[in-house]
């Protein structure tokens, strides 16, 4: 275990690179809290950005299993980061953290933000500290930071899933809409095998409510082949446990509606990542400058546990019930009586 308390920059520098998904909390949580701590007690300060460069570097280990207090002390500094920076002058339309938002498919940054040097050297060549110690740039890993942690938790992201995901979209969208320009089969199998072992809760969200948008398409006649569902009910079997016990705090009816499998889908992969969940705060409005106005949409919803978990029953549900139509339609088991209505073979359309 690692006494953070004395340690200069480049030795802390160091423990945090230690830390990854898989850390015992006896190592990790003396870092974090060490790093929040330090960052809460001057979150717009000249060293902000290396506490913010420190829970950045952590992130992996935050977006999983942390200790609960430890979370939410980076939480609390990062909002608080966030907050104190923004006040701070700035005359750049962009930054260089928005130009790694693209590489972030599984959501967690292994790369550098330069945020301890002060430099970033990239493809394109060499970022200086005027950009790279910019209060913006330090405001803009903090809300990534945070976002990834607890989604939804920080507004004014910028806007814009990774390219990779944007491409899955639209792939997908094309199998929910009927109009599909790839194998269908092969999608549908590889997406449901595609989940990380230790998932962000925005890429878990995501994969769940991808596989609900889609579940419908593959109990349709459409797909005649068992090997879809039956990787589809593994992916979700396997999914379920992977979401915390978090409790639900939503009111009844806060809960999203996914009855539109266009809109789940397009949501499903706007969910995994912060630029992409930023897309849906858009939409509602949700990140305009007035917040009061829309405190009634509780995005974080879509990252529920009790949704989520509720959302996946439905999706077992569907997907068993169609298997168990293969085994009626294929006279493997044929129907035994009338008496017996749960093996009806269900209808073709499976519109929600
Ligand atoms: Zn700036
Ligand atoms: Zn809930």
């Not at 902000?48 to 200790?67: C, F, H, N």
């Not at 940054?109 to 740039?137: A, S």
């Not at 990252?303 to 029953?313: D, H, I, K, Q, R």
Request: overall charge negative; glycine content about 8%.
């Amino acid at each position: 275990m690692i006494d953070p308390t004395g340690l200069t920059v480049p030795q802390l520098a160091d423990a945090w690179q230690s830390i990854h998904t898989t850390s015992p909390s006896e190592e990790a949580d003396p870092l974090v809290l060490d790093c929040a701590r330090r960052l809460a007690a001057d979150p717009g300060g000249e060293q902000a950005r290396l506490w913010v460069a420190g829970l950045v570097t952590m992130t992996g280990y935050l977006a999983w299993r942390p200790g609960r207090l430890a979370e939410q002390a980076a939480l609390d500094a990062l909002h608080a980061a966030v907050k104190a920076l923004d006040g701070q002058p700035c005359s750049h339309d962009s930054h260089p953290f928005q130009a790694e938002m693209d590489a972030l498919e599984d959501e967690i940054w292994l790369g550098d933000t330069g945020l301890l040097t002060g430099k970033r050297t990239t493809d394109e060549g060499d970022t200086g500290p005027e950009r790279v110690l910019c209060p913006g740039n330090v405001a803009g890993w903090a809300r990534l930071a945070a976002d990834v942690i607890a989604p939804f938790s920080v507004r004014r992201v910028p806007v814009g899933a990774p390219e990779y995901h944007e491409s899955c979209r639209k792939t997908l969208s094309g199998i929910v809409n009927d109009y599909p320009y790839c194998d269908p089969y092969e999608e549908l199998t590889d997406e449901a095998d595609g989940l990380p072992a230790r998932p962000t809760r925005g890429v878990l969200a995501g994969f769940l409510v991808t596989m609900n948008a889609t579940c419908w398409y593959a109990t349709s006649e459409r797909v005649t082949e068992r090997s879809v569902l039956e990787a589809m009910i593994k992916g979700v079997e396997e999914a379920v446990p992977l979401l915390d016990d978090r409790p639900c705090t939503h009111d009844p009816g806060e809960h999203p509606d996914t009855r539109d499998p266009d809109a789940a889908n397009s949501a499903g992969y706007q969910l995994r990542s912060p630029g992409g969940r930023a897309e849906i705060a858009e939409y509602y409005g949700w990140d305009e400058e007035d917040e009061a106005e829309h405190e009634d949409v509780a995005l974080d919803a879509w990252v529920c546990p009790v949704f989520l978990e509720g959302l996946a029953e439905d999706t077992l549900t569907e997907l068993r019930s169609g298997l168990e139509a293969f085994g009626t339609a294929d006279g493997d088991h044929p129907e035994t009586g009338d008496d017996e209505p749960e093996a009806d073979a269900p209808e073709a359309d499976h519109e929600p």
